[in-house]
T-cell receptor
Framework: GNSVTQMEGPVTLSEEAFLTINCTYT??????LFWYVQYPGEGLQLLLK?????DKGSNKGFEATYRKETTSFHLEKGSVQVSDSAVYFC????????????FGAGTTVTVRA | NAGVMQNPRHLVRRRGQEARLRCSPM?????VYWYRQLPEEGLKFMVY????????ESGMPKERFSAEFPKEGPSILRIQQVVRGDSAAYFC???????????FGQGTRLTVV
């Protein structure tokens, strides 16, 4: 079955530091890959996505590249801000049941001023 | 345009009681998805509903759990005779069509004592 493994947290950084959150997946075929973010007190919201190999998703300074050879979709941001403090979830959906997301456990990121 | 609304945000039930979780999708959205997040785990798909129809309930426990999305009113996830293992965060998401890029609510945190 499908599964997503992401880096355990919590992660604590200083402002302007570089952030990487590792995500690897197991799936049949070629899934679509997503990063969702949950800010304190809010619901999950889509941060970025990639639907095929070598695609790069980007949004709000975050980037992730779909790497088929390493089955990975690592999230990166070059300079984090306090407002980036949140829980980040890596997820995938496969083509057969494209409405169904499989999530990683989430990584809590805290950015200190 | 209000987002996906879930209520209550927090629900405490004693073992053996019933829990009813409500989800009002975004305006114009007729597709609803429920996910459950157990402690230290990622969100797990439970059920996908369209108005008055259950499309996929493959993630729902066979007993005690049921879901509906009537023609009028919110979607309801119902858990009968709750047990401690049902303690989790339950998230609802909605979309205008079948789509993994759904909009999520803030979740209902169920605690069974």
């Amino acid at each position: 079955g499908n599964s997503v493994t992401q880096m355990e947290g919590p992660v604590t950084l200083s402002e302007e530091a570089f952030l990487t959150i590792n995500c690897t997946y197991t799936a049949t075929g070629y899934p679509s890959l997503f990063w969702y973010v949950q800010y304190p007190g809010e619901g999950l919201q889509l941060l970025l996505k990639a639907t095929k190999a070598d695609d790069k998703g980007s949004n709000k300074g975050f980037e992730a590249t779909y790497r088929k050879e390493t089955t990975s979709f690592h999230l990166e941001k070059g300079s984090v801000q306090v407002s980036d403090s949140a829980v980040y979830f890596c997820a995938l959906s496969d083509k057969r049941n494209d409405y169904k997301l499989s999530f990683g456990a989430g990584t809590t990121v805290t950015v200190r001023a | 345009n209000a987002g996906v609304m879930q209520n209550p945000r927090h629900l405490v039930r004693r073992r053996g009681q019933e829990a009813r979780l409500r989800c009002s999708p975004m305006k114009g959205h007729s597709h609803v998805y429920w996910y459950r997040q157990l402690p230290e785990e990622g969100l797990k798909f439970m059920v996908y509903l369209q108005k008055e129809n259950i499309i996929d309930e493959s993630g729902m426990p066979k007993e005690r759990f049921s879901a509906e999305f009537p023609k009028e009113g919110p979607s309801i996830l119902r858990i009968q005779q709750v047990v401690r293992g049902d303690s989790a965060a339950y998230f609802c998401a909605s979309s205008p069509s079948r789509d993994p890029e759904a909009f999520f609510g803030q979740g209902t945190r169920l605690t069974v004592v």
